[in-house]
């Protein structure tokens, strides 16, 4: 059964970042018979959708999940073609600060919690020691929900709300927009979307799966101090822009962005690690990343699909330069480097950004075709939707169950 614990924010990629082990450095060695039997569930064909559940007296009764049709995942050159090329625009419209700290939340359209580089953005030699504070380190994934993405959109309700629409057609965190994408090439984890169509709008929240939850619970040692040392990078290279207090994860700069794929309009937020000194209007956001290594010549950008990951994180929240830290097996950090985003995907020949896009195209075009019913307080409908790395296939399940109701009934009341 899938676990309805909501996936941690944005912080998703610590432990992946860290990990140097076979899987990121070796072609995955598929069996013929693996690969018969995948090919064998690519073909099963598209069920109908079954509304009824049969008891054990012959009567029927309405079920609280449906099965739906079902989108294969293709190979990500197949999506690479110049024909099916699509457009991609991209603006920031919002920012706000958040702290969310158990049942204390506060938000504030303003810039209190972002973080500022400490460096100049240039190749430097330091020593900064991860490790300290490790000891007191306790793993809590943060909340995923869009509790801060609806607060925004309630205090912007005349810029995103006209005729009685929303004038985007999907909202989520930008972590949700990267899953989908990168399903092209995740062999590792699956994934799940709750999904509620609600003014003509898709409105897309991320939950944990009974693989990521089963991580989370046997994380070893190892992957619990690299899941620590991004933040404590974080902190060691970073300064509050009003502050001197030291770094606090449970607060949150938001950056929200507007973009468009092709035809589709995405509304989305995206924690930003910190901003360049001189920040203004035009202020540059800075992505931080912690990697095994000496130096950029050290990462394999060719073939590591780990970067592809890191450019898709990167472009989605119109950041150019990332700030990576050069860590020895002992935790510290010798060398900090900027690398502009631009270089990974000149240097890779096994994706692109083109494949990203269209494949994101196709995944809306099925949501569209699919999810069809309005959300209402009174037809509570939500469809869940799962990628299955092992199946490379997405697939729609309808519920009924209260626990993916993910907004919460003020606003839907404030929107109608």
């Known amino acids: 059964m899938t676990s309805t614990k909501v996936k941690s924010e944005e912080k998703d990629d610590d432990v992946t970042e860290e990990e140097v082990g076979a899987f990121h450095h070796t072609i995955e060695q598929i069996s013929p018979a693996t690969r018969e039997k995948r090919k064998r569930n690519e073909e099963i064909p598209t069920e109908s959708p079954n509304k009824y559940k049969h008891i054990a007296d012959g009567h029927r009764s309405l079920s609280t999940t449906a ?3 079902f989108l294969t995942v293709p190979f990500w050159k197949d999506l690479n073609t110049r024909g099916t090329s699509v457009e991609f625009h991209l603006k920031e419209v919002g920012r706000f600060s958040s702290l969310m700290e158990g049942k204390k939340q506060e938000r504030f359209e303003d810039k209190r919690y972002c973080r500022v580089y400490k460096y100049p953005l240039e190749t430097r030699n330091v020593n900064l020691d991860l490790k300290v504070g490790l000891s007191d380190f306790v793993y809590e994934g943060q909340s995923k929900n869009l509790d801060s993405m609806l607060w925004w959109m309630s205090k912007h309700k005349e810029e995103i709300f006209q005729n009685n629409q929303f004038t985007f057609d999907f909202l ?9 994408m990168f399903s092209l090439h995740e062999k590792r984890s699956d994934w799940l979307l709750a999904v509620i169509k609600y003014k003509n709008a898709y409105f897309l929240c991320e939950y944990v799966t009974d693989i990521q939850l089963k991580e989370e619970q046997n994380m070893t040692s190892k992957a619990r101090s690299f899941c620590y040392y991004g933040l404590k990078f974080e902190e060691c290279v970073t300064k509050n822009d009003t502050t001197t207090e030291t770094l606090n994860s449970l607060k949150k700069f938001i950056g929200v962005f507007q973009s468009t794929i ?3 309009r995405l509304l989305y937020g995206a924690e ?9 209007s035009t202020t540059e956001h800075i992505e931080l990343k912690v990697c095994a ?10 073939y590591n699909h780990k970067y592809a990951r890191w450019w898709i994180q990167s472009f ?15 935790g510290i950090v010798n060398k900090v480097s900027p690398l502009n985003i631009s270089q990974i995907e000149k240097a890779t020949s096994t994706w692109s950004r083109q494949a990203f896009f269209n494949f994101f195209t196709r995944f809306a075009n099925f949501l569209k075709d699919n999810v069809t019913n309005e959300y209402s307080v009174d037809q509570k409908e939500v469809v869940l939707v799962s990628f299955s790395t092992y199946a490379r296939r997405i697939t729609l399940e309808k519920s009924s169950d209260p626990k993916y109701h993910f907004i919460p009934d003020q606003f839907f009341h404030e929107f109608n």
Do not use: V
């Not at 989605?316 to 002992?330: C, K």
């Open 67 to 69: 099965k739906m049709n």
């Open 172 to 180: 989520s965190w930008r972590g949700a927009l990267r899953s989908i």
């Open 262 to 264: 092709d035809s589709y």
């Open 272 to 280: 930003i690690d910190c901003a360049t000194e001189n920040s203004s």
């Open 293 to 302: 290594g000496k130096s950029l010549y050290d990462l394999p950008f060719h």
């Open 316 to 330: 989605l929240a119109r950041i150019q330069t990332m700030i990576i830290g050069f860590r020895d097996d002992n």
